[in-house]
Nanobody, 118 residues
Framework: QVQVVESGGGLVQPGESLRLSCQASGRIFSSYHMDWYRQAPGEQRELVAT???????TYADSVRGRFTISRVNNKNTVYLQMNNLKPEDTAVYYC????????????WGQGTQVTVST
């Protein structure tokens, strides 16, 4: 079982920045495939950014150039640096972990609220 805990959400104004953190338990964190998803009220959960064990990154078109996903394996932590935030970025942000050891196991954090508003 992998425990996943997000932090760093909050209320900011448009144009400001936030950094989300996701800490996942386990001794093989470096092999985890990590994603950030978000879900706005009344909307489906959408994939925002991905970082593989090989540190390859991908982004949704809506955030590319503004958000950066990174990982520090010796801290078991993945970050999502969010710059130039817009009101449409308002959502609950979730960290998702995929572990492949023979079979695939997936884990979710509880989510952290990000609100961008004047």
């Amino acid at each position: 079982q992998v425990q996943v805990v997000e932090s760093g959400g909050g209320l900011v104004q448009p144009g400001e920045s936030l950094r989300l953190s996701c800490q996942a338990s386990g001794r093989i964190f470096s092999s985890y495939h990590m994603d950030w998803y978000r879900q706005a009220p009344g909307e489906q959960r959408e994939l925002v950014a991905t970082i593989t064990s090989g540190v390859r990154t991908t982004y949704a078109d809506s955030v590319r150039g503004r958000f950066t996903i990174s990982r520090v394996n010796n801290k078991n932590t993945v970050y999502l640096q969010m710059n130039n935030l817009k009101p449409e970025d308002t959502a609950v942000y979730y960290c998702h972990v995929r572990v492949v050891i023979g079979t695939i196991a997936e884990y979710w954090g509880q989510g952290t609220q990000v609100t961008v508003s004047t």
